[in-house]
């Protein structure tokens, strides 16, 4: 059973970069046939897409984001990273990782989410 | 971009009663591309709908999906206590877009 785990700092000061890092196990972050994600969830607010990587390091981001995220894959350990830059308290959100479905580009598996505050 | 309105915002149903959720664009979109998620409280979304009428592996028969062009909608058939959740639709066009949601009580 494919499981995906976010982990990283639960706290970051304002104008300072957000790192999450995500391990996929139970499977191959090395497939064909799908994109590894990053959303983002304010509390008590709906879902947002933040960006999607391939496992060869092609990258796709939400325009809105795209000047401050990167995201980034490292194959030999089956993770991938999340990196957000100069964050303010607007950030602050439960980041999700998730595997993306080239087919349909829905997104079939999901971590728990990690809450990451923007606070001094 | 192709934005998803859902409506209604909330709705309260007793067990045993229909539930029907809509997710309405503001251009038509490839019924390919539209997706329904439940995110009960606490816990990651979890997938319910691709394509918008396939059921993911594992979800009740109980959801289906339907619609195209603009207009899609999420069915719960026979609403269980289980089912409290907020329901999101999700878009692909350029970039992945969710709808604001539906939130679902049970009475």
């Known amino acids: 059973q494919l499981q995906l785990q976010e982990s990283g700092p639960g706290l970051v000061k304002p104008s300072e970069t957000l790192s999450l890092t995500c391990t996929v196990s139970?499977?191959?972050?090395?497939?064909?046939?799908?994109?590894w994600a990053w959303l983002r969830q304010p509390p008590g607010k709906g879902l947002e897409y933040i960006g999607s990587?391939?496992?060869?390091?092609?990258?796709y981001y939400n325009p809105s984001l795209k000047s401050r995220v990167t995201i980034y894959v490292d194959t030999s350990r089956d993770q991938f990273s999340l990196t957000l830059r100069s964050v303010t308290a607007a950030d602050t959100s439960v980041y999700y990782c998730?595997?993306?479905?080239?087919?349909?580009?829905?997104?079939?598996?999901w971590g728990q989410g990690t809450l990451v505050t923007v606070s001094s | 971009e192709i934005v998803l309105t859902q409506s209604p915002g909330t709705l309260s149903l007793s067990p045993g009663e229909r539930a029907t959720l809509s997710c309405r664009a503001s251009?038509?979109?490839?019924?390919?591309?539209l997706v329904w998620y439940q995110q009960k409280p606490g816990q990651a979304p979890r997938l319910l709908i691709y394509?918008?009428?396939t059921r993911a592996a594992g979800i009740p028969n109980r959801f289906s999906g339907s619609g195209s062009g603009t207009d899609f909608t999420l069915t719960i058939s026979r609403l269980e206590p289980e089912d409290l959740a907020v329901y999101y639709c999700?878009?692909?066009?350029?970039?992945?877009?969710f709808g604001g949601g539906t939130k679902v009580e049970i009475k």
């Open positions: 998730a595997r993306r479905d080239l087919r349909d580009s829905s997104f079939d598996y």
């Open positions: 139970g499977g191959s972050i090395s497939s064909d046939s799908y994109y």
């Open positions: 990587i391939y496992y060869t390091g092609t990258a």
């Open positions: 251009e038509s979109l490839s019924s390919s591309y």
């Open positions: 394509g918008a009428s």
């Open positions: 999700q878009q692909y066009t350029s970039s992945p877009l």
